[in-house]
């Protein structure tokens, strides 16, 4: 089974930029990837997804912000994040979608000065 590890996380001031990484320990080549964030108190939210055509979609929130991408020689998918804001602080959460959903162990993202 594919098991997801994302890094990158971390603290960053508003204005500033982060960038994820999520590396999938099997082929990323059929599957849909992408992620999604959680802050406290609040719901689920997609944040960016790539499929294996690599059509993308952004949250309406970080649209224009951010930048998702696929490696496929490194089984890694990135998410690019600049002009960060305190409401983008949230555990950020790598899928991987093919025949089954997989998710990784999530990375916190806090954007405070």
């Known amino acids: 089974q594919v098991r997801l590890v994302e890094s990158g996380g971390g603290l960053v001031q508003p204005g500033g930029s982060l960038r994820l990484s999520c590396a999938a320990s099997?082929?990323?080549?059929?599957?849909?990837m992408g992620w999604y964030r959680q802050a406290p108190g609040k719901e689920r939210e997609l944040v960016a997804v790539i499929s294996a055509s690599e059509r993308i979609q952004y949250g309406d929130s970080v649209k224009d912000r951010f930048t998702i991408s696929r490696d496929g020689a490194k089984n890694t998918v990135y998410l690019q994040m600049n002009s960060l804001k305190p409401e983008d602080t949230a555990v950020y959460l790598c899928?991987?979608?093919?025949?089954?959903?997989?998710w990784g162990q999530g990375t916190q993202v806090t954007v405070s000065s």
């Open positions: 099997g082929s990323i080549f059929r599957a849909n």
């Open positions: 899928f991987y979608s093919s025949s089954h959903t997989l």
